[in-house]
């Protein structure tokens, strides 16, 4: 089983449908989306494939799916044909305080420098994480934007924490530490990456406190 090609352009655009509508926010937000467009035109041509993921956050999909909105419909129904073909995985180094961590957190990378559709201008794709994860304090040089999907969770950024609902669209400045946590419910998310150096990954801050598996 793989994921054809047109059902990933077609989840692209209507990821980047979404976003128009955004554009004309005042403010950071609406200038990281017009950035985050101008950087998705043209969409890359493919280099590889998108098989059939074995990771086991898969097993959180058809949940997420459920804590969708209208807001965010459009989206997750393009998404359903190749969520299960998405590069689902796990890309920081193994914790001692947290074993089960990249069992339960996993990012499928569409556009970027080492994903199917390659740019180096851009990264596009999204993140899941199951219900009662803490996603702990991470940063890195690119400029983040998220537009959520499915789940309200909680989102810290420098030291403060908000629940962020479906719709909701959060800028992380570059190199700022910010953490998410889930409780009932699994979080999905888009992603974007800009700015003048996307090709270095993600590192846990020194910060971070000790992982909780399932919040209190």
């Known amino acids: 089983m793989s994921a054809d090609l047109p059902h990933i352009y077609t989840l692209i655009e209507e990821i980047k449908t979404a976003w128009r509508h955004r554009?004309?926010?005042?403010?950071?937000?609406?200038?990281?989306?017009?950035?985050?467009?101008?950087?998705l035109e043209p969409p890359p041509a493919a280099r590889g494939g998108f098989p059939l993921s074995q990771h086991p956050i898969?097993?959180?999909?058809?949940?997420?799916?459920?804590?969708?909105?209208?807001?965010?419909?459009?989206?997750?129904?393009?998404?359903k044909p190749v969520v299960y073909c998405l590069p689902w995985q796990y890309t920081y180094p193994a914790r001692a305080d947290?074993?089960?961590?990249?069992?339960?957190?996993?990012?499928?990378?569409?556009?970027?420098?080492?994903?199917p559709l390659p740019s180096e201008r851009v990264c596009l794709g999204l993140t899941l994480i199951a219900p009662g994860t803490r996603y702990p304090e991470h940063?890195?040089?690119a400029t983040e934007l998220y537009h959520v999907l499915a789940g309200s969770a909680l989102w810290t950024a420098d030291g403060e924490t908000q629940r962020q609902p479906p719709g909701a669209f959060i800028l992380h400045p570059s190199q700022?530490?910010?953490?998410?946590?889930?409780r009932e419910e699994p979080l999905l998310a888009v992603y974007a990456w800009t700015?003048?150096?996307?090709?270095?990954?993600?590192?846990?801050?020194?910060?971070?406190?000790?992982?909780?598996?399932?919040?209190?």
């Open 58 to 79: 898969t097993r959180h999909i058809h949940a997420a799916f459920a804590g969708g909105t209208r807001e965010t419909a459009a989206i997750i129904e393009a998404l």
């Open 139 to 141: 940063h890195h040089p």
């Open 23 to 39: 554009q004309s926010a005042p403010g950071a937000i609406g200038l990281e989306v017009r950035r985050a467009l101008a950087s």
């Open 176 to 182: 700022i530490e910010h953490a998410m946590e889930t």
């Open 98 to 115: 947290a074993p089960g961590l990249g069992q339960n957190i996993a990012f499928a990378e569409i556009i970027g420098p080492a994903a």
């Open 195 to 216: 700015g003048p150096d996307v090709r270095t990954t993600s590192v846990y801050a020194a910060s971070a406190p000790a992982f909780r598996q399932r919040l209190l």
